[in-house]
């Protein structure tokens, strides 16, 4: 890193902003997907919520309605595994949980049983953030199903995924 190119000195340090990964599981209007976030926040104590980011063009995007079913599925530090499954994004239509042992039940999103922890809500808003939208969840529960530290993740850069 040289203080000669402030472009590539800001993009490092950016990205030295540490986020978890998680999947986001969805269920809307009969259908449920899942998909890899990183920019998750609890952004506010009463109500509980949360807000993650996500990019205004991804097919998920369709199904964050108001008041959709979300669940955070917290991921152990060691499940890689997961990264590479959901990471590579689905298709509308595609079964975004073939192979995975899920937990459902009735008027929730489904949950990932390997799962460090889950938080559960409903999309209560969503504004416009520069390239993504930032989506506001209202939280309605959670648990801790095992012990474990979460992932946490720091990229090389901060211009980019």
């Given amino acids: 890193m040289t203080a000669d190119d402030p472009q590539r000195a800001f993009a490092a340090a950016l990205g030295r902003i540490p ?4 999947i986001l599981t969805v269920a809307h209007a009969g259908q449920e997907t899942g998909f890899l976030a990183s920019w998750v926040q609890q952004c506010s104590f ?3 919520r949360l807000s993650f980011a996500v990019q205004p063009d991804r097919p998920i995007v369709k199904m964050l309605a108001p008041e959709a079913v979300l669940a955070f599925n917290i991921l152990e530090a060691s ?7 959901f ?3 689905f298709s509308p239509g595609d079964d975004a949980f073939r192979g995975l042992e899920i937990i459902r ?11 460090l922890a889950v938080l559960e809500g409903r999309v209560g808003g969503r504004v416009t953030a520069g390239d993504h939208d930032l989506v506001l969840v ?8 095992c012990d474990g ?3 946490v993740h720091i990229r ?3 211009l980019h995924y």
């Fill in 19 to 22: 986020s978890g990964l998680f």
């Fill in 79 to 85: 499940q890689t595994d997961m990264i590479a499954h």
């Fill in 105 to 115: 039940e009735p008027g929730k999103a489904p949950v990932l049983a390997e799962a």
């Fill in 149 to 151: 530290q979460p992932m």
């Fill in 156 to 158: 090389k850069n901060g």
């Fill in 87 to 89: 990471g590579k994004g």
């Fill in 46 to 48: 009463k109500p509980p």
């Fill in 138 to 145: 209202d939280l309605i529960g959670g648990q801790l199903l």
